[in-house]
């Protein structure tokens, strides 16, 4: 999302697109081959710079898959937004998206946030048909309930193989809804029952939007961080000390020791930034239990009941 400038209808500058480069490669300089689009991040420009980088290295489409994402309109029909997961508003979008990404294909489309007037049929006749061109190779959703994915599966020819979530040290209600089962406080976190468990039992995997939570364990300050914040920056900074590592990787690490082999999502476009997420697997592998524990009970603030 932080690719292609700011989010005015301004177009692309060569600082934009010089910028986007830097990203890209900082990525690629720590493994990282998968990139996360959607056609209304930057009002289309994060695809748009991104299709500029493609097109001055030819090479590179073939070292990295992309995905991106539609169902999302801004600022059409005097509505700031509303959602549309027509089937032709899904072939429209993925046509925008593969010209701004010059491309001819994407390997992953998901659906970005739940339509409440989609109709599955429509969306099995969307994706059908995009299969069949081979301009999508593989599809998933974003945002999306047990029910709803079931819902969807019932109705689909082809495999639901992601659902992007917000998921963080953070953003917690994932963990949350789980442990506080049977407990009053558990009624102030909305995450729908056996959401994870229903991804994992039908080989859909779990991608987390927002993994760095901003970066309020690494770095960030201000007077919106709470005591809770602040005690879990400083546990998150003394762990990377100790493990020859930076917050960012120890942040994501803790994401990635679930057992439900959550992908974080890194949405920042700083090279800095990006490098310093590349020891998150190592950290994943080494963290134990007492651990994973200690930052959780950290940035709740409590004690696990």
Known sequence: MGLGGSWSEDGLSGADIDAAERAVHAALDIGITWFDQADIYRRGKSEAVLGEVLHSDPGLRGRIKIQTKCGIRLGEAGLEAYYDLSKAAILE????????????????????????????????????????????????????????????????????VVNQLEMSLHQRAWVEAGILVNQAEGRQYSFPDGTLEYCATHDIRLQAWGALAQGRYSGRTGPELTDADRATAELVAAIAKEQDSTPESVVLGWLMRHPAGIEPVIGTADPARIRACGDAARQAARMDRPEWYRLLTAARGAPVP
């Open 93 to 160: 979008r993925v046509r925008g998206s593969l010209a701004r990404l010059r491309t001819d294909f994407v390997d992953l489309l998901l659906l970005h946030r739940p339509d409440p007037l989609l109709e599955p049929a429509e969306i099995a006749e969307a994706f059908t048909e995009l299969a069949e061109a081979g301009q999508v190779r593989e599809f998933g959703v974003s945002n999306m309930s047990a029910g709803q994915l079931a819902s969807l599966r019932a109705n689909l020819g082809v495999p639901l």
